[in-house]
């Protein structure tokens, strides 16, 4: 890699993740508005709350895995409606008539990969509606239940149930939103997305405040006026992007889906997404179990530990997935492989010199960071460690969130699932009890597990990405849905 050229493609790439990055940023800010209230109110509203997130990340997984489907397809065909093949300017001596046949050809390619883009945004922003309605009914018959189902105490589990009813509700709108910020993100415009989810989340951390508190002479509803608060958000911004996609403000258009083809490329692209994402949560139960037979200030500190890392390195990492999903899918839609390797790599060296480097603060001034969530020192010594496993495999962790975008962006999505499952059942899971529960080393066997995981998902994805197939399967999968234009 040259310096120049590096230097190119890291400007173009984070001008693609700053807005994503800003808008995790207020999510991120969002969720933690939701904890200070719900502490204001009771340890039980906390815990109630903190148990029904459990079960929201499912839905949200879902969401994100249709999404990842939305932008893998939308990014190659929006690609491929940009490439220009610059037929007409060699071609400058021959007559007119091949002049224009080339034009003419050159038209219909782009009509074609247009049209294929917006089957692709609406298929899968109908289908994500369609996979909320289920969770719109657990919640809403299931919810309390659910709660007492982890051992809750009763209070726990009406609060938490009252919580998850509300939120599932709204779970078709959350899965349309995101599909469809995704789907806006992968056509380059990353601004739309973060310009309506600053605006919802703003909207969010107001209500969450009046409802759950009962400000300005409205009524106290406490935690199912959270709810509320987030249910809200997530209509408006559904709303918000659906019309944004309607309007003439996006370049992708929203259609009625009548295209298999698409439809069948889209459910192979997003099920492994969806999957992983489902995985690696129900994942977290037995790690979360062993903490706490390690001691509940062992499991408080991972929390915090985590929550350290994630607060000052998610936004960075969730904008560059994000970017070198776009850059990839793009360059792959222009045919060029050569080129979408290449931004993989840089983009994944972008992501170690700033997230490594970040990480290596977070592992030296580890105390200092923890000290601002925690001041219980048994909670804060355990936190520091947890915080300097997770600074020190910052890179390895990157590389993976990097990487795994960039195959995304080519279709291929079951080497990430197939990383990040073994990753945290294999090591994260069984290292940690093999090494902290049946060789007896407790949390050391917790931190070797935990960055032994990131290691390994990072090393399969970056030999996947190395020696795998993707471009070719990318450029069958172009030409199925006739996008690619070696086909005229």
């Not at 977070?362 to 804060?380: H, K, S």
Request: aromatic share 10%.
């Amino acid at each position: 890699m040259s310096t120049r050229s590096l230097r190119s493609v890291w400007r173009r790439v984070f001008s693609l993740a700053w807005p994503v990055m800003a808008e995790q940023t207020f999510r991120t800010l969002m969720r933690t508005t939701d904890i200070v209230v719900t502490a204001a109110i009771s340890p039980v509203a906390v815990a109630a709350i903190g148990l029904a997130d459990l079960y929201a990340r499912f839905p949200l997984w879902v969401g994100l895995g249709m999404g990842g489907g939305a932008i893998a397809l939308s990014s190659q065909d929006t690609g491929a409606a940009d490439a220009d093949d610059g037929s007409t300017d060699r071609n400058s001596g021959d007559t007119d008539r091949a002049a224009n046949t080339v034009e003419e050809t050159t038209t219909d390619a782009t009509a074609r990969a247009s049209a294929n883009r917006d089957q692709a945004i609406s298929t899968a922003v109908v289908l994500g509606a369609v996979l909320g309605l289920p969770f719109a009914a657990f919640g809403w018959f299931y919810g309390e239940q659910a709660i007492a189902l982890l051992g809750a105490p009763a209070d726990v589990a009406r609060l938490g149930g009252q919580y998850l009813a509300v939120i599932f509700l709204t779970a078709p709108a959350r899965h349309v939103a995101l599909v469809a910020a995704r789907s806006l993100q992968g056509t380059g415009d990353t601004r739309t997305p973060m310009y309506v989810n600053v605006v919802a989340n703003g909207l969010n951390i107001s209500l969450s405040v009046v409802l759950g508190l009962g400000l300005f002479g409205v009524e106290a509803l406490g935690v199912v006026g959270v709810g509320v608060a987030t249910a809200a958000a997530n209509v408006l911004t559904a709303s918000a992007l659906c019309l944004a996609l309607l309007g003439s403000w996006s370049d992708a258009n929203l259609v009625v889906p009548s295209d298999p083809v698409v439809f069948r490329q889209l459910v192979a692209v997003s099920a492994p997404s969806v999957a992983e994402g489902l995985l690696s949560t129900l994942a977290e139960f037995p790690f979360n179990a062993m903490l706490l037979g390690f001691g509940t200030a062992v499991n408080a500190a991972f929390q915090v530990g985590r929550r350290v890392y994630q607060q000052v390195t998610s936004p960075l990492g969730r904008g560059y997935n994000v970017a070198v999903s776009v850059v990839v899918g793009q360059a792959l839609g222009r045919n060029d492989p050569g080129e979408a390797r290449y931004l993989g790599w840089a983009t994944a060296a972008l992501g170690v010199v700033t997230v490594g480097t970040i990480g290596g603060v977070l592992a030296v001034f580890a105390p200092t960071f923890v000290r601002a969530f925690t001041d219980d020192p048994e909670t804060a010594r355990y936190a520091v460690d947890f915080a300097r496993v997770y600074g020190l495999t910052a890179p390895f962790l990157v590389s993976f969130v990097v990487l795994q975008g960039a195959l995304r962006g080519a279709s291929e999505t079951r080497v990430p699932l197939v990383a990040r499952t073994t990753g945290m059942f294999g090591f994260m899971v069984g290292g940690t009890y093999l090494l902290g529960v049946v060789w007896g080393y407790g949390v050391l066997g917790a931190y070797v597990g935990l960055a032994l995981s990131y290691v390994w998902m990072a090393a399969v994805v970056a030999a996947s990405f190395h020696r795998g197939d993707w471009a070719v399967r990318a450029a069958r999968m172009l030409a199925d849905r006739g996008s690619s234009r070696s086909d005229d």
